[in-house]
C-alpha cells in the first residue's frame, strides 16, 4: 500500500516535471531563496503580458511562501495587466521610473534578485533599474527565454530558448520544487492563473511558440481550475473601441507591403494622441499583417519620447532577431524581436522611418535570403 503511494506520487512527479530543469539548479534555487528574507523580483522595460505574469505569479508564490516580495518594473505596467494584481498586491509593485529611491533602495537591501523575461542589463531594456541592479551585490537569479543571456551577470541561470514564455518556464521550475512535488494543484489559484496569462499572451494565444510542453502545462493548470475564459476576457475583450478603429485605419491606409514581402506600418505620436491610445494597447497589432500569404515579416514602428519603437515579427525562414540586432538596435527570439530607431543616429525624423525600413529590409533579405529572396 505505501509502496503504491510512493510509486503513484513518483509517476506523477516525474510526469509532471520537465526534463529541462536540472536538479542541482533547483536545489541551489532552494539554498539561495531560503536564506533570503526580503526578495525583489524585476522584468524589462514596459512590461508585457509574461513579464508581468511571470512576476505576479512568483511574487504570489514568495509571500505565500512568507517571504517579503517586492516587484520592481523600470517603469509602469499598462493598465489592461493591472487585473493581475490586486489592490492590496499593487502597494509591492513600484516602478523605478516612479519611485527611483524606493526601488534603488529595497535592489541595495534585498537578499535576492530574481531577473524575469529578459537576460542583460542593458538600458534599452532595463532603463533606470540598469544601475541598481549592475551594482547591488546580492545573489541573482535569471529565468529567461530570449537568445544569449549575458550567463556571468547571474548567480544561477534558468535560461531556455526552446520553450514559449518566461512564465512557462517558471511553472516547470514551481513543478520541480519540493513544495509542489509537480502537482499543479499545490499552486493558488493566483499563482496559477498569473502563469497562465504570462503564457497566453506570449504565445499570441497559442498561435506562436507553442511547444508539447506548453500544452501540457495549459491542460495542468486547467485541471488545477485555473478559469481561462475570465483570462481570455481580461487579455482580449475589454479594450476600448478606439484601439480597433486605429487598428482598422493602419490595416487599411498605412500598411505597405514591400516586394520582398515586408509589411510595415508606421504609427506617430499625433495619431496616438487623437486616438487617445494608451500604453499597451497596441499590443498584437504587428502580427495582423502576416495574415497575408506573401507577407514574410511585419514590422511596426511607433513613435516615442526622442526615439521610435520597433516591433518585428516574421514566419518560419525569415528572423526578426538577425533583422532587429542588425538593424534596429534589438533582439529578441527568432521569430518575435524589438528594438528602436534613434534620431539622428538613424533616421532624421519620423518622415525618414518608411525610407529607413524600404532600404534596410531590401538589403536584409537580399544579403540573408539570396536575390530570388529564398
Ligand atoms: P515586442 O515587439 O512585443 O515589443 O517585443 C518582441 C520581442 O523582442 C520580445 O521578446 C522583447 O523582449 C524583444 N525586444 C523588444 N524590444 C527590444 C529591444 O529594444 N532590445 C532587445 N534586445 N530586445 C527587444
Ligand atoms: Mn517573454
Redesign the pocket.
Known amino acids: 500500500m505505501i509502496c503504491n503511494i510512493i510509486c503513484n506520487f513518483a509517476i506523477h512527479f516525474f510526469m509532471n516535471t520537465m526534463n529541462i530543469i536540472d536538479r542541482e539548479d533547483i536545489g541551489r534555487l532552494c539554498m539561495l531563496a531560503g536564506k533570503a528574507e526580503r526578495m525583489v523580483i524585476t522584468a ?1 522595460i ?1 512590461p ?1 503580458g509574461d513579464a508581468m505574469g511571470s512576476c505576479t505569479a512568483l511574487m504570489r508564490f514568495l509571500r505565500e511562501s512568507g517571504k517579503e516580495a517586492y516587484i520592481i518594473f523600470p517603469d509602469r505596467y499598462p493598465d489592461n495587466l493591472a487585473f493581475l494584481a490586486d489592490s492590496t498586491e499593487r502597494d509591492f509593485i513600484l516602478s523605478a521610473e516612479d519611485e527611483p529611491a524606493r526601488a534603488a533602495g529595497l535592489v541595495a537591501s534585498c537578499g535576492l534578485i530574481f531577473c524575469l ?2 537576460n542583460k542589463f ?1 538600458d ?2 532595463c532603463g533606470a533599474l540598469r544601475k541598481p541592479l549592475a551594482e547591488a551585490a546580492c545573489d541573482k537569479v535569471l529565468i529567461d527565454h ?1 537568445l544569449f543571456p549575458d550567463r556571468d551577470l547571474f548567480s544561477l541561470v534558468f535560461s531556455e530558448t526552446e520553450i514559449s514564455s518566461t512564465a512557462e518556464l517558471l511553472f516547470w521550475i514551481l513543478m520541480a520544487l519540493p513544495q509542489t512535488g509537480g502537482d499543479p494543484k499545490k499552486l493558488s489559484p493566483g499563482v496559477a492563473a498569473s502563469l497562465m496569462a504570462g503564457m497566453t499572451t506570449d504565445t499570441n494565444n497559442f498561435a506562436n511558440s507553442v511547444f508539447p510542453s506548453t500544452l501540457r502545462m495549459a491542460s495542468m493548470l486547467l485541471e488545477a481550475g485555473v478559469d481561462r475564459d475570465a483570462l481570455l476576457g481580461h487579455l482580449y475583450n475589454e479594450y476600448p473601441e478606439r484601439r480597433l478603429r486605429l487598428l482598422g485605419k493602419l490595416l487599411y491606409s498605412e500598411m505597405k507591403i514591400t516586394e520582398d514581402g515586408v509589411a510595415y506600418m508606421i504609427l506617430d505620436r499625433k495619431t496616438m494622441t487623437e486616438y487617445g491610445l494608451r500604453e499597451g494597447e497596441t ?1 498584437g497589432f ?1 502580427n495582423e499583417p502576416l495574415s497575408i500569404g506573401k507577407v514574410r515579416m511585419s514590422i511596426f514602428i511607433k513613435e516615442d519620447n526622442g526615439y521610435f ?1 520597433v ?2 515579427r516574421s514566419k518560419k525562414g525569415v528572423s526578426a532577431n538577425r533583422c ?1 540586432k542588425k538593424y534596429f ?5 527568432e521569430l ?5 530607431l534613434y534620431a539622428p543616429a538613424d533616421i532624421k525624423d519620423i518622415s525618414e522611418a518608411a525610407g529607413y525600413v524600404e532600404r534596410v529590409t531590401h538589403a536584409f533579405m537580399t544579403e540573408e535570403y539570396g536575390p530570388d529572396g529564398k
Open positions: 524589462h514596459r508585457d523575461d529578459f542593458e534599452s531594456r530570449h499590443e504587428v519603437r516591433s518585428i532587429a538596435n534589438g533582439g529578441g527570439h518575435a524581436s524589438g528594438g528602436r
